[in-house]
């Protein structure tokens, strides 16, 4: 941006920051939110700063106010550490409250059900193990299973007690923060060393406790939280703490530093006005708040709900609106997927949000763009959607100079290959080359060929593809069977143990399931439950390639656009003699449709799941279902048999009540898969 550039964007700035001062103030009519505001006020502040001679006293700006680490000892959790299910708005706390009402039911525990809110701090989770009451161990969460042994760091934290005020042997759970204001400091002292800037608080906090010199954790300054008790010795002298409320009042009583605005709330509906008044107050303290940690408040209760797989169902993290900024859109560019279906993308000048750099946000198809009204050059409102996928909100319109260019949706595309053709997907929001063999495509292809969820060739990923193809070792996929040693030690940066150990996960990999192999052909429309469906209804690749669209079509999860996208696959002639050459290389092993009459007991019956099961993943669910002989659907209807319901059902769940289908909750689930006679099925 040259200075001339810098005075327009600044001059535009301001005008615009000014005008929300007007609505916000004057008119209380506020039409961005806060967070959208001083994005803009940042940008300006930096731009002044970077074009000093662009300055002036009636500025805005004038009146602004883990992976373990292998330096560290590796520590293996004596309690798992799980995390929360997320809230984001009021209607997901009355469902997370009807579930827990409707799991308690189902035992002799239920009563009325009060709930503990607890500020969520945004900082790095930490586990303290004490033995007599003596510190012994901190470690940090890692991946829940192992984390890093970081005693010597977390000694030098006061509000970390070294000893008890009990001789206790306790495991504690708790969050380890920097405030705001030694943030501030510390930026500064590494700004005027020269050295890189932490990008917020919690990431300060992180870098710190994995400071190799625990003198430099001491000089940080650095506070704590504890909220949990993990583990906790039986003895006769000791009351175990009945609720939430009674665990945190007794980690104060023997010595833990616990967040004072914890309250108990008697329903959902005071949590919720808790949350209001939270998300209005957190700027206001010294440390970062992203949401509310809701708990059902009796012990009893929390141990007859228990966990899922990867997280609590007694609690629940009831998180802030996400975080939006501005930034501006550079260009926008179409992305070619492996089966030429064609996604707009949004180049960003790179802005931080929710703690991580983003300069790429997907567009979606011509309609949204169309939906967003956004341009290349437009200020828009950018936001983390759940915190993790960057999603443009809206534009800021009045940000706009009149240089700002519409995007054209172009003819032609030179990554669709041949002449560059496109054409609109019949009755969708989406276009696609003409042209199916595309280089581009071809590359998609490969890398969806050797992913997990098909071929699954582990150390053949998205740069080792892109290598064989360069070196014009591979064209197709069954070129990657014909791989010798010699070829891949050619290419650069191969040793000869990676060679070997890619040469054996290729061999490992000639023996692949029906399903598996339908899924990495990159069928259009044909997903895991299309493909396990067609493996069950074939029982081979020979009755799928001469199965009529007639027949397809009666298959349960199968309609007619999926149908014909198979018919029309298996139809094409290079299609044709792709699988002709692959299948000289592997061999399919038993199929799903053979190997479900090994038990009939669930024959003809169709199950749909949702919510998350705590004894097992959702796919060794439907492996369990399909083994028996039964059918996985992914929608509820008539004809389904059973609703299989876990944590966080949603709406199938309700779909199923309506139409009348029995649903089964994870004990039933289980009854059923061990009943050996079907009579009453």
Not at 416 to 434: F, M, V
Request: proline letters at 4%.
């Amino acid at each position: 941006m040259n200075q001339k550039e810098a005075k327009q964007r600044i001059n535009k700035l301001r005008e615009t920051i000014e005008h929300h001062n007007y609505l916000y103030y004057v008119k209380d009519e506020p039409e961005i939110e806060d967070a959208t505001y001083d994005s803009l006020v940042e940008e300006l502040i930096k731009l002044e700063k970077e074009y000093p001679e662009l300055a002036t006293s009636d500025s805005p700006t004038q009146r602004v106010g883990g992976e373990p680490l292998k330096e560290f000892k590796k520590v293996v959790h004596k309690i798992s550490q799980w995390s929360f299910n997320d809230a984001f708005t009021e209607q997901d706390m009355f469902d997370f409250g009807k579930k827990v009402k409707r799991f308690l039911k189902e035992g002799p525990t239920f009563g009325n059900v009060e709930y503990t809110c607890e500020l969520k701090i945004d900082g790095l989770k930490i586990v303290l193990e004490y033995e007599k009451g003596i510190l012994k161990r901190a470690a940090t969460r890692g991946d829940g299973a192992t984390g890093e042994d970081v005693t010597n760091n977390i000694k030098t934290i006061n509000s970390v007690p070294l000893k008890l005020l009990q001789p206790i042997d306790i495991i504690v759970e708790g969050e380890v923060w920097l405030g705001k204001n030694n943030f501030e400091k510390l930026n500064q002292e590494r700004k005027r060393k020269a050295e890189p800037l932490f990008a917020n608080p919690r990431n300060a906090a992180a870098g710190t406790i994995r400071q190799l010199d625990p003198k430099i954790v001491a000089e940080r300054k650095l506070d704590s939280f504890i909220y949990d008790v993990a583990k906790l010795s039986k003895r006769p002298s000791l009351t175990t703490p009945e609720t939430q409320i009674e665990e945190l009042e007794f980690l104060q009583k023997i010595g833990f530093r616990v967040n004072k605005n914890f309250k108990l709330c008697k329903n959902i509906k005071e949590v919720i006005g808790y949350w209001k008044s939270w998300q209005n107050r957190k700027d206001k303290e010294d440390y970062l708040i992203d949401g509310v940690v809701v708990k059902v408040n009796e012990a009893r209760y929390q141990k007859a709900l228990g966990f899922t797989g990867k997280a609590p169902r007694f609690a629940i993290a009831f998180k802030f609106k996400a975080e939006q900024v501005t930034t501006v859109v550079e260009d926008i560019i179409l992305q070619v997927g492996r089966t030429g279906v064609l996604t707009p993308v949004a180049h960003l000048r790179p802005v931080l949000v929710a703690g991580s750099t983003v300069s790429r946000a997907t567009l979606h198809n011509e309609d949204e763009i169309k939906r967003l009204d956004v341009r290349i050059g437009d200020t828009v409102i950018l936001q983390k959607a759940g915190d993790v996928i960057p999603d443009i909100v809206s534009v800021v319109k009045e940000m706009r100079t009149g240089k700002e260019k519409i995007f054209i949706w172009p003819k032609l595309v030179p990554d669709c290959g041949g002449e560059g053709e496109i054409e609109r997907i019949g009755g969708q929001a989406a276009w696609r080359c003409k042209d199916k063999n595309s280089f581009v495509q071809k590359k998609r292809k490969l890398y969806h060929f050797v992913s997990k969820g098909a071929f699954d060739i582990d150390g053949l990923g998205p740069k080792i593809i892109d290598a064989l193809l360069n070196a014009n070792l591979i064209s197709s996929y069954d070129d990657i069977f014909t791989l010798k040693k010699g070829d891949l030690l050619a290419l650069p940066r191969f040793a000869e143990k990676s060679v070997d150990n890619l040469l054996s996960s290729i061999e490992k990999a000639k023996n692949i399931s029906l399903p598996r192999l339908i899924i990495s052909l990159s069928i259009p429309n044909v997903g895991e439950e299309t493909a396990i469906l067609l493996a069950q209804n074939c029982g081979s690749v020979e009755v799928l390639k001469e199965t009529k669209i007639e027949r397809l079509e009666k298959i349960e999860g199968v309609g007619p656009i999926v149908a014909q996208s198979i018919v029309d696959w298996f139809a094409d002639k290079e299609n044709k003699n792709l699988l002709a050459k692959l299948l000289k290389h592997v061999k399919i092993e038993q199929s799903v449709a053979s190997s479900q009459h090994q038990s009939k007991k669930l024959n003809g019956k169709t199950f749909v799941l949702t919510g998350t099961l705590s004894s097992m993943s959702r796919d060794e669910a439907k492996q369990k279902i399909r083994s028996l002989g039964g059918n996985i659907s992914s929608s509820v209807s008539k004809e389904t048999n059973y609703l299989v319901a876990g944590e966080n059902p949603g709406s199938k769940y309700d779909k199923a009540k309506e139409l009348g289908v029995k649903i089964l909750n994870e004990s039933e689930f289980q009854n059923l898969l061990k009943t050996q006679k079907n009579a009453n099925i």
